[in-house]
């Protein structure tokens, strides 16, 4: 049982400490920086114990606990109970042998068939929780910039919920066409989805200025208002995350995968960093993780950054067919990096601003040496991808793009440094998200036609079924029609919102 309650300090340094509560809600903190726990909460031996024989949502009630102490226990185990109840798997996560040294971590069997269901099922309960805690009776709206999932995640978390509404951004040409159709004919009174001309990081950029101007969150304030936002920066959305990397190991030990204290790796398709440092949370609280692989597809700025400790953003955007993978500023980064500092958030954020005024930062040799202690790095192009698609297939295993890269990387990874360390892969969306892809690589030609038909011609191809949410996508009315330039998403918001 925690006794004290944990709070959440800025990574650029400035500002007090925060409850989890208002963390979430704000998303970011005042000044630019992220939320991060002032002190990481460690696995107990009593909590393996506990754990182990739980269910998925009352692990992720107890996990939780140790971050969001402002959070009553009761709340928090209904939270979780109702959170997960929509995904159509057993185990929620499950854990999938691929072969003796290598398990499948899905992470995919959520409403909208990608890992970002994990934390955006959940984020809403922990939101409208928070304002409760607080005392806060306002809307909130959540600003969303998606290079794909996280945008049909989030609508389908907060459709509807009570209190809230929300408004995803996503680059026009940046998303599959799935990936499309399943945004713009989203349900809900309270969800508005709008193209933008040009890539994720503008994207993402445009929200990060809304969130922070000043005037838009006064005229906001004096309609009962307020902006957070629900991308991978909200601490709502990072801690959830911990959770299945905690679980996907006590299902290992379980199985006989591995032993208890046995130490393993995990790789992780990589975008926003936000995922594979969730891994790094979980290693830190006492899970016994060797390697963290990163794996990058040909946008590898965090490959290179990995490798030499310079994070060099000026470099060509490429799009490739793992599109949620496709990110030059990697916003979680700083929380690493808040970390290795040993919680320096005057250098952090001496790092941050030579990031925006010069495209780059060189990290010291301290936080180098951390992140070489921690992590290894890998990438991939299209064409390894769809290798790996292909000869995973063969195996027996039919892995999206996004997972695809992660193989590719750990086989490389194998080959170059020998170790047959045990690897836990996450997989971060059904294959059938990226069915244009997959069957490419299947069958070493594109399809005719990649709209939603193609699902079935997978499923008979591939002797698997299609996911039920992406069954009968085309059936549904489109809604959203709407593109702005990424100067007019400002104007956007204010016209959702009634400004
Ligand atoms: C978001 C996403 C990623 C990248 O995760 P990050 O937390 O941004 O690193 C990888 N694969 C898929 C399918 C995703 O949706």
Redesign the pocket.
């Known amino acids: 049982m925690q006794t004290e309650n944990l709070m959440y300090v800025s990574t650029r340094g400035t500002g007090w400490g925060v409850p989890a509560s208002r963390a979430i809600l704000e998303g970011i903190a005042p000044d630019g920086g992220l939320y991060t726990p002032a002190a990481l909460p460690v696995l107990t031996q009593e909590d393996i114990e506990v754990l182990q024989g739980m269910s998925y949502p009352d692990r992720a009630a107890h996990i939780l606990q140790k971050f969001l102490t402002d959070y009553a226990p009761e709340r928090l185990k209904d939270i979780a109970a109702k959170a997960y109840a929509s995904f159509d798997h057993p185990d929620v996560a499950p854990v999938v042998p691929l072969d003796d040294t290598t398990g499948i971590l899905e992470l995919f069997h959520g409403p909208t068939c990608?890992?970002?269901d994990m934390a955006l099922q959940i984020l809403p309960y922990l939101l409208t929780g928070a304002m409760e805690i607080q005392g806060i009776d306002e809307q909130v709206c959540i600003l969303v910039a998606t290079?794909?999932?996280?945008g049909k995640a989030a609508l389908e978390g907060f459709a509807d919920v009570e209190n809230t509404s929300v408004i995803v951004f996503y680059p026009k040409d940046g998303v599959s066409k799935i990936q499309e159709l399943q945004m713009v004919t989203q349900r809900g009174e309270n969800v508005g989805v709008c193209a933008v001309y040009g890539n994720f990081d503008d994207a993402q950029t445009g929200v990060k200025a809304i969130l922070t101007d000043g005037e838009m969150a006064e005229a906001l304030a004096a309609k009962k208002i307020r902006l957070s936002s629900a991308n991978?920066i909200n601490w709502g959305r990072l801690a959830p995350q911990i959770v299945y990397y905690i679980s996907g190991w006590l299902d290992l030990v379980k199985k006989g995968a591995l032993q208890m204290g046995e130490a393993f790796n995990i790789c992780?398709?990589?975008?926003?960093?936000?995922?594979?440092l969730a891994a790094y949370f979980a290693k830190r609280m006492g899970v016994p993780v060797k390697q963290l692989i990163c794996a990058s597809n040909r946008n590898n700025v965090l490959t290179e950054f990995i490798e030499t400790g310079l994070y060099d953003r000026s470099r060509p955007f490429y799009q490739t067919i793992?599109p949620?993978?496709d990110?030059l500023i990697?916003s979680?980064v700083e929380r690493l990096l808040y970390e290795l500092s040993g919680q320096n958030g005057f250098e952090v954020r001496t790092y941050m601003k030579q990031l925006s005024s010069a495209g780059e930062y060189q990290v010291s040799s301290t936080v180098g040496k951390g992140i070489k202690e921690h992590f290894a790095a890998g990438y991939c192009d299209d064409e390894g991808t769809k290798t790996a698609i292909a000869r995973t297939f063969a195996k027996g295993y039919l892995a999206?793009t996004?997972t695809a890269v992660a193989l590719s990387v750990l086989e490389d990874y194998r080959r170059k440094t020998g170790d047959e360390t045990y690897t836990l892969v996450a997989s971060?969306?059904s294959p059938y998200k990226f069915a244009a892809s997959v069957y490419e690589a299947i069958t070493g030609k594109a399809p005719e036609d990649d709209g939603p038909q193609l699902l079935e011609t997978l499923a008979k191809l591939t002797n698997t079924a299609v996911p039920a949410p992406l069954a009968g996508l085309d059936k549904l009315p489109v809604r959203f029609t709407e593109t702005a330039e990424k100067e007019g998403m400002r104007e956007y918001v204010g016209r959702r919102l009634g400004l």
Do not use: C, E, R, Y
């Open positions: 990608a890992f970002k290079s794909g999932d996280t991978s992780v398709p990589t975008g926003n960093f936000g995922n594979i793992s949620s993978m990110i990697s979680n999206d996004h971060t969306a």
